[in-house]
């Protein structure tokens, strides 16, 4: 996916300052942070969002992500997964919204 904004940061054609980083993800500051914290955790293989990806992948990816926002919100974090039209999703590559810094509100916008 040579056009894919995700696909080239894992592919370390665009710099970002890793937080995490693995053989199969890597996270990332959110160049327009809605919250003090706001991480991204991509799998680094182009997947559109979370109906394209595996159980196993999916599974894989969920507990790292938690694993990170434990480690860097131990006061509490959201993981958001935006997909669709109506979910929000604006880059058609699977990430996690890691969120946390701040009480977060209910319902979401
Ligand atoms: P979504 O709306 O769920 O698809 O989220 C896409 C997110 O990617 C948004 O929060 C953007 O701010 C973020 N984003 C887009 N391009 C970059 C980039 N080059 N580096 C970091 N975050 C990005």
């Not at 559109?48 to 990170?68: F, R």
């Not at 959201?78 to 604006?90: E, M, P």
Request: contains cysteine; glycine residues 10%; negative net charge.
């Amino acid at each position: 996916m040579s056009e894919c904004i995700f696909c080239k940061i894992a592919a370390h054609q665009i710099p970002v300052k890793a937080v995490y980083e693995d053989e199969h993800s890597i996270a990332f500051a959110d160049v327009n942070p809605q919250s003090p914290t706001h991480l991204l955790l991509i799998p680094k293989q182009h997947i559109a969002n979370v109906n394209a990806g595996s159980a196993e992948m999916l599974g894989h990816l969920l507990k790292k992500a938690a694993n990170l926002a434990e480690r860097e919100l131990p006061d509490g974090f959201r993981l958001v997964i935006n997909t669709g039209g109506d979910g929000g999703q604006t880059v058609h590559h699977l990430h996690l919204h890691i969120l946390g810094g701040r009480p977060m509100t209910w319902p979401p916008g």
